[in-house]
């Protein structure tokens, strides 16, 4: 029975896939919306994994799934089935790439009973809130330095492009050593000199924050570290503080 509920999710997923590529035809929407507007559970449960799992650019889907997730979260929760379902809701708000739903799920995150459908919203609510929220600190644009490579110069576009979640994955690489280039290391540092103690009780901005204060530990420059110096002793965010600390320990 479990193998037959696999294939079924894989031939409902791969019929949204072929029908949404060959383009915005409403047979796809409205598939969806049956499934979630659905008197079944299952099927409601069904269109939300779709929505998730797909790359669905409709508001008017995501607004059916942000109706059924305030609907039911203060529902009876000790259902582990409305449980999962709920959780499923968050799940595919995060990927809806409109800000207009982080009210929902803050609201969720806050005052549902369930501590599972709480946790769910919250992760959803970061990951949206990522993805929209633009960075408090936005570089001048600068042309990538002749001698970088084709990632650098990737990278060097994250740094730039003002959005939380790439100016993350750009702190990220810089951390690993994926990329080297100290132009890229300044412009992380500029970052998070500029941005530090601005939006401290915003989660994305504070962990965008933390990464880059790892780049900057990794960067193998000493010149960056009075900036980490001062984060350690002056950031308003006590996480920001700790990383800073970390990233001065290891930059020494």
């Avoid at 609510?125 to 929220?133: D, I």
């Avoid at 965008?208 to 960056?224: E, R, Y």
Wanted: charged letters at 25%; glycine letters at 4%.
């Amino acid at each position: 029975m479990l193998k037959n509920s696999r294939l079924s999710f894989i031939f409902l997923t791969c019929l949204c896939l072929i029908i949404t590529a060959a383009g915005p035809l409403l047979a796809s929407e409205s598939y969806l919306v049956q499934l979630l507007d659905s008197g079944s559970r299952l099927d409601r449960v069904k269109g939300a994994k779709l929505v998730y799992h797909n790359k669905i650019q409709n508001d008017k889907i995501f607004d059916l799934v942000e109706k059924q997730l305030l609907n039911g979260y203060e529902k009876n929760n000790n259902n582990p089935e409305q449980v999962d379902e709920l959780s499923w809701y968050c799940k595919a708000l995060s990927t809806s790439g409109n800000a207009k739903y982080l009210e929902a799920l803050k609201t969720v995150g806050l005052h549902a009973p369930s501590d599972k459908v709480k946790k769910y919203a919250q992760q959803a609510y970061y990951t949206l809130e990522s993805k929209t929220v633009a960075s408090s600190v936005s570089l001048p644009p600068t042309a990538p330095p002749k001698d970088m490579s084709s990632e650098e110069k990737r990278v060097h576009k994250l740094l730039l492009s003002g959005r939380l979640n790439d100016i993350r994955e750009a702190a990220k690489l810089l951390s690993k050593r994926k990329v080297t280039h100290p132009f890229l290391y300044d412009m992380a540092a500029q970052i998070l000199s500029e941005g530090y103690n601005k939006k401290s009780h915003q989660h994305s901005h504070v962990d965008t924050m933390a990464w880059l204060c790892k780049a900057i530990g990794a960067s193998g420059d000493q010149q960056h570290l009075p900036l980490l110096d001062t984060i350690a002793q002056s950031a308003t965010n006590n996480k920001l503080k700790e990383y800073g600390r970390k990233a001065y320990l290891l930059l020494q």
